[in-house]
């Protein structure tokens, strides 16, 4: 049998690492391993394509404002021999239902990637493979990779929040149905909803959420 080559590893990112609780512009140890994992994979050939995904938090020094996590991720790669050609890049999401929402809509669709590997830490592997199931739908095959990247306290005791807060986001909501799933995200998810207090997102009544083009979201700068 042979082994299982993906049409793209879709690297989810690991947040920057942080200056006096504000993102700056230099990767995370958790998002360099996911990103050094990834290349490891296309350079085994056990993947066609390598996509990187993830943005800038509003809260970033201004100074790196500018700064895309997915653009780093993807300069490393080139750093590390893959050629430009085989890197795709989402430089908008904040969260990992935005990883898969954005990357669906705005590479895999369109190149028709139907098999996929998503690359996070291990502590983060349940979750993410929830939300790719949901988000990606029964026409495409995902497989996680879960790498080493440690687990500090804050991580043990935020996941299971996390965990939580996406089962409650994506309840009821069929798989493949990405637009809902994301448009829930917005109005619901603490990174897509600065500026509301906490009471107020938990408040939110899910169900009358209408579903919104994401298309735009995928564009932006």
Do not use: W
């Amino acid at each position: 049998m042979s082994e299982r080559v993906s049409d793209a590893a879709i690297v989810v990112a690991g947040n920057f690492s942080q200056k006096n609780k504000r993102p700056t512009g230099q990767l995370s140890g958790r998002s360099l391993a996911r990103t050094l994992a990834a290349v490891e994979l296309f350079q085994a050939g056990r993947t066609n394509h390598l996509i990187f995904s993830g943005g800038v938090r509003p809260s970033a020094h201004p100074a790196y404002r500018d700064v895309r996590e997915a653009d780093v991720m993807r300069d490393i790669a080139v750093d590390e021999g893959i050629d430009p050609r085989d890197i795709s890049v989402e430089r908008t999401s904040l969260t990992t239902i935005g990883n898969a929402c954005l990357t669906k809509v705005g590479i895999t669709e369109p190149r028709e990637q139907r098999v996929i590997d998503v690359v996070t830490s291990i502590f983060h592997v349940r979750r993410t493979e929830a939300i790719f199931d949901r988000v990606m739908g029964p026409n495409y095959d995902i497989n996680m990779i879960g790498v080493d990247t440690g687990t500090s306290l804050r991580e043990r005791i935020q996941e299971p929040l996390s965990d939580l807060l996406t089962s409650h986001l994506m309840r009821g909501i069929a798989p493949g149905n990405h637009d809902l799933i994301f448009a829930r995200s917005l109005h619901l998810h603490p990174q897509y909803a600065e500026g509301v207090p906490m009471d107020e997102i938990v408040k939110r009544n899910l169900c009358d959420l209408a579903s919104v083009p994401l298309m735009a979201m995928v564009s932006a700068p």
